[in-house]
């Protein structure tokens, strides 16, 4: 089974006025999707309706090449360079692809200093877009998915978006926070994340 699926160019009902012998003219703006998770990840994703998960989204503007952005954001090695609970990363591949199996030792609680978590490589387009999640039999579920919107030559809009099981916190902590509270609180630490990884992208 393939891990890697490609995103397209689709139209979607956006549309841009494009000057035409001096009329203005509406068209169809296309738009890069990403690709849709391989078989065995929806099915988890599916089964997930039944437990208790929190999904987070952030953006970011940064002043710098998609490539660039994504050639460091997109290797999972790298994140201890901008994610503060993040110890070190290895991965089982020169590179990161398709099929790479990153290994993360974070810090999670003082019971959980370093918390293990092995996150598989389903989705590696460059410059555009990457999807990790951790096996389909792991004890807890997560999802990784970071996207690279080029604007212009040195403009990227960073989107990174982390679903995972309250499981995992609960375990870490050794209680139960409510689900808003983890959004909202993943949502803080996500946002200065992503300030940390501009302020490096910004440098370069």
Known sequence: MPLHRRGSWEPTHDCAVVP?????HFCPVERWR????PPHVLLVMHTLTDRA????????????????????????RNDAAWRAEVHGTQLNTAQPGPGSIATEDAFLSAKRPHSLTQLHYVAYEPSRYMHCTTATDAPVWMSVERTFRAHGLASTEFVYSLTFETRLVQEALG????????????????????????RLMEKR
């Not at 990403?34 to 998770?37: G, I, R, V």
């Open 34 to 37: 990403p690709p849709q998770a």
């Open 175 to 198: 209680f139960a926070p409510p689900r808003w509270f983890l959004r909202w609180y993943t949502g803080l630490m996500m946002g200065r994340y992503q300030r940390q990884l501009k």
């Open 20 to 24: 035409l012998a001096g009329v203005a």
């Open 53 to 76: 998960v929190v999904t987070v989204e952030r953006s970011i503007s940064i002043a710098a090449d998609a490539a660039q952005v994504f050639a460091f954001a997109a290797d999972l």
